[in-house]
C-alpha cells in the first residue's frame, strides 16, 4: 500500500482517481478468479504401461504397496509404483518446456523431477519415463542456501550449516551474506531406490494456464531405480498446495480428487480423474441429478512425518459385523506412531495383522462355504483370500468407520473385491483387495495403516487443510470431470 501511494502522488490529481480505480478493480478481479476452484486431469498411469498377466500386475502392485508402508517406518517417504497410480503434467520455465508428467502423491511433501543429462540406475525393469528428462530454462534460478526452502529440504537445517556446506566463506555466513551461493544437493533415501537433487525456482504453468512464479522443485541428474519424478501433495513448504497458497490461499488450501474406477482395466483409465483445487461446497449437496454426502474425520498431527495426512479408525464392518480397529489406528502417539496415512501413492490398503487377520477370517466364513479358495491364484498375486465362482460371486458389504460421528464410508464392491479372469484355465476369480501389514509391534514408530488410492476409487476425497479434515463421498468420477469440465 505504501509503494501504491507513492507512485500514486507521481500521478497528476485528474487521473489519480482513474488510477485509484484500477488499481481496486484489477486487485479485486484477481480476487474472485483465484476464488474459483481449479479443475486439473489425472492420469493413471495404467493406461501408458502393458503388464503380461493380470497376475503379473497384482504381483507387482502388492509387492510395492507393501515395500513403500514397511519402509515408512524408517521415516523415508517411498515413490509410488509403475503402472498403477495417477500423474500429474504441468509445464516449467520461460519459454514454456515440453509437458512434464510427474507422479501425485500425497504421502510426500516435496516436487522433484529427472533433469538433462539424467542417468538412471538399475532402472532397466522399471517402467519407462513418462516424459523425457527436463532442461533447465534460461529463467531457472538456483535455490540459495540462506532460504527457507534449502532448509525444508534438508530436514529444516540452520542456514548457517547449510552455507557452510555451500561452502560459503565464515565471514560472509558471520554477516549473513550468502545469498550467491546456491542451496547443497539434498538426498532422498526411497524404499529401493534413491535420488541426489539440487533445488530451483521458475515458474510452473498448470494446464489452465495458470502460473506460479518462484516455484521450488528438486532437479535430479542421477537417481536409482527410480525413473519418475513425484509432485508431493503433503504438508509440508515444499509441497505443490503449501506453494499454490502464496498465489491464493483459496486454491491451495483445500484440494480433492476423484479417482475414476479401472480395477486395472486400461481402457477404463483413460477417462481423466478430476483433481479440484479449491472449493466449491454449493455444489456439494447436489450435483446435476447425483446427490452426493460427505463424511469427514479429522486429520491426526504426526510429529514424525508431519506431511502425512493421518486419520483415525475405529473399526471394519463385514456384512453386519462390527470388528473394532487395534488402538494404533484410531491415534498418533507422541514418537508417530499409528492413525491411517490416506495415500494416492499406495495401491492397496495395508491394515495391522490383527485388524487384518478378523477380517480376513469373517469375509472367509461368508465366502469360503459357497466357493472353492483359488490357493494358486494367491501364491501369484500375493492377495488373499481368492475364488473361484462360476457366475457372480456373492460377497458380503465391506465399510470402513472412521474416528467421529458418522464418519462411515461403504465401499463400493470393486474397491475390495477384484474379478478377473485365470489365465491357467480361464476360470472366474475374485479377491480381496486388502493386504496384511504386518504386526503391530513392528509398527511402532510409524503409521499404523494407510488407505490405498484402489479402495478410493469411484469417491471423490477432499483435503481441507485449513479445518484439518479428510472427506469421503460416493461419486461418479467420470461424470463429475465432465459436469466441471463443462
Known sequence: MAMAMAMATCISFPYLYLYLYLLLFSTCCLTISMSEPLLLPLTHAFSKTHFTTPHHLLKTTSARSAARFHHRHKQVPLPLSPGSDYTLSFTLGSPPSPTISLYLDTGSDAVWLPCSPFECILCESKAPPLSPPFNLSSSA???????SACSAAHSSLPSSDLCAMSRCPLDDIET????????????????????????????LTLPNSLSIQNFTFGCAHTTLAEPVGVAGFGFGRLSLPAQLSSVSPQLGNRFSYCLVSHSFDSDKVRRPSPLILGRYEEKEKQFGDEIVEFVYTDMLYNPKHPYFYSVGLEGISVGKRNIPAPENLKKVDRRGSGGMVV???????????????????????????????????????GLSPCYYYDKVAKVPVVSFHFVGNGSSVVLPRRNYFYEFKDGGDGRSVGCLMLMNGGDEEELRGGPGGTLGNYQQQGMEVVYDLEKRKVGFARRKCSSLWDSLKN
Open 343 to 381: 495415500d494416492s501413492g499406495t495401491t492397496f490398503t495395508m491394515l495391522p495383522e490383527s485388524l487384518y487377520g478378523s477380517v480376513v477370517r469373517e469375509f472367509d466364513r461368508r465366502v469360503g462355504r459357497f466357493y472353492e479358495r483359488a490357493s494358486a491364484v494367491e501364491e501369484t498375486t
Open 176 to 203: 549473513s551474506d550468502c545469498d550467491s551461493f546456491p542451496c547443497p544437493p539434498f538426498y532422498y533415501a526411497y524404499g529401493d531406490g534413491s535420488l541426489i537433487a539440487r533445488l530451483y525456482k521458475d515458474s
Open 141 to 147: 534460478v538456483a535455490v540459495p542456501c540462506k532460504s
